[in-house]
């Protein structure tokens, strides 16, 4: 099954969505309550802010889910873990999709053709593994061509 079918099937059409680094918006069409955060102008973010430094307030479960579809490697690990804190404290689920191989993301970032040409936040600063999310429930390992990706989430 692919990415955008698992997302089909945890996020509820009708589910109030936080879209954390939503990037070009490619997932975050899943419900029609979707509030998106991004800390690059050019996608034009609902919310524009780097979430590392000035995280929005929200108030506790105010989203059903909060969703980091390619996004927690873009953070210093120590970053990621304050943003996951802060995102299961607002939410009732949230959903992650991460590489589980190093790449710096460089050639995204200094590709003319790709949406995510000269991006600064689009470099990937940090590795995750399946042990940082062991007591979350893992939906797939998917293959790709330069390793694996991990999809998984977590309800409260």
Do not use: Q
């Not at 802010?49 to 996004?71: A, G, Q």
């Not at 040409?117 to 429930?137: A, Q, R, T």
């Amino acid at each position: 099954m692919s990415l955008e079918k698992e997302l089909e099937i945890l996020i509820p059409k009708t589910s109030k969505v936080l879209d954390i680094g939503c990037g070009n918006k490619n997932h975050s069409n899943y419900s029609i309550n979707t509030t998106t955060i991004d800390a690059w102008e050019k996608v034009n973010p609902d919310i524009l802010t780097d979430v590392t430094k000035d995280f929005p307030v929200f108030k506790d479960n105010e989203f059903d889910i909060v969703t980091m579809i390619d996004f927690i490697e873009h953070l210093e690990k120590e970053d990621g873990y304050k943003v996951l804190e802060e995102s299961i404290r607002i939410s009732k689920r949230v959903i992650i999709f991460t590489p589980l191989f190093w790449d710096d993301n460089s050639e995204n970032v200094t590709n003319k053709n790709l949406w995510s040409y000269g991006n600064p936040y689009d470099y990937h600063k940090s590795l995750w593994s399946e042990e940082d999310f062991s007591d979350w429930n893992t939906v797939r390992i998917f293959s790709y061509k330069k390793g694996s990706v991990w999809l998984g989430y977590l309800d409260k």
